[in-house]
Nanobody, 123 residues
Framework: VQLQASGGGLVQAGGSLRLSCAASRRTISNNGMGWFRQAPEKEREFVAAISWSGDSTSYADSVKGRFTISRGNAKNTVYLQMNSLKPEDTAVYYC?????????????????WGQGTLVTVSS
């Protein structure tokens, strides 16, 4: 599986961005999917996850109520809608495909990773 993340950019605090993650070479319709992020000089952290069906989601406390993860109709694309962005959301965002169908907050459960897309939120 090859994952391509896109949609990052520079936005002012309070603004919105939508990240996309598209899969190629193999379908991800049966995989749980997740978004993680890594800020400068910080460890990678979990952001959001969704089950293969799209019926179950999880969010980090820091983004709950502001970010929404979803899957496209064919379930081969995953989105992260980010609203009310804060400067502390600045990071490289990575999408990942899980080894399992369920959602997971643990990075070790993810077998495939995209290249990352940079989100910068200015104050």
């Amino acid at each position: 599986v090859q994952l391509q993340a896109s949609g990052g950019g520079l936005v002012q605090a309070g603004g919105s961005l939508r990240l996309s993650c598209a899969a190629s070479r193999r379908t991800i319709s049966n995989n749980g999917m997740g978004w993680f992020r890594q800020a400068p000089e910080k460890e990678r952290e979990f952001v959001a996850a969704i089950s293969w069906s799209g019926d179950s989601t999880s969010y980090a406390d820091s983004v709950k109520g502001r970010f929404t993860i979803s899957r496209g109709n064919a379930k081969n694309t995953v989105y992260l809608q980010m609203n009310s962005l804060k400067p502390e959301d600045t990071a490289v965002y990575y999408c990942a495909a899980s080894r399992y169908a369920s959602r997971s907050t643990y990075s070790n459960n993810y077998a495939y990773w995209g290249q990352g897309t940079l989100v910068t939120v200015s104050s």
